[in-house]
């Protein structure tokens, strides 16, 4: 009987490992690996979008080069027009009112249109 415990602790420690090294260690390498892929194919889904997005904010920029390209055109247009009101303005103010009356009056007294019949 003395020689039966060392021997079935030995065939256990064996049991031991032998379930170790066939079973749960590949197992777990399994795992690793199956987690290994699923990430490799979500970095390249990742990857994928990051490209798509990039070439998305490309034409948003342009857009927007664009946008203000035509912001710049529109605020030149703006201060020409506000020059030429503050010019016509001016030369209002400088008219005598005989000249308002000319300037404003645009029409002729004996024009047709008024003309009694």
């Given amino acids: 009987m003395k020689y039966w415990k060392p021997i079935l602790l030995v065939l256990w420690m064996v049991g031991l490992v032998l379930l170790l090294v066939f079973y749960i260690i590949p197992q777990e390498e399994r795992l690793q690996n199956d987690t290994i892929e699923k990430l490799e194919q979500e970095n390249e889904r990742l990857v994928l979008r990051n490209v798509t997005l990039d ?7 342009k857009e927007s080069d664009s946008l203000t390209t035509h912001i710049s055109l529109s605020e030149q247009t703006i201060k020409k027009l ?36």
């Fill in 55 to 61: 070439e998305e904010i490309l034409q948003l920029k």
């Fill in 82 to 117: 506000e020059t030429q009101l503050y010019e016509k303005l001016d030369r209002i103010n400088a008219m005598s009112a005989m000249d308002l009356q000319e300037y404003f009056a645009g029409f002729k007294t004996d024009s047709t249109g008024f003309q009694k019949r």
